[in-house]
């Protein structure tokens, strides 16, 4: 789970999670969406490689995909000791 968090805490990260929600993307098509060296953004595909991503090697491209129930798995885990999420109660009435 700290792996996901810290994958999470950077914008940047995020932003690429975004992106590979909507499908499938190469490394250069996400690379392109951001103003950053191709090393700075493959340090990043590593960190969300550890658990939100997997790949697929297509010739000399490798393309992304989004972990969903990886994400949801972790993101459950993390609200349900909250009282959150599908099973939390439902929030009372206020008179009124």
Known sequence: MNQVFKAL???TRRRVLQLVRKGPMSGGE???Q???A???MSAH???LEADLVHTEKI??????HLKFSVLEEV???FVHPFGLGAE????KETPG
């Open 59 to 64: 010739g000399k491209s490798v393309i992304y």
């Open 34 to 36: 951001f103003d950053f």
């Open 30 to 32: 996400l690379s392109d």
């Open 38 to 40: 191709k090393p700075t």
């Open 9 to 11: 805490s950077d914008p």
């Open 45 to 47: 595909f590593a960190v």
């Open 88 to 91: 939390a109660p439902e929030p």
């Open 75 to 77: 993101l459950l885990g």
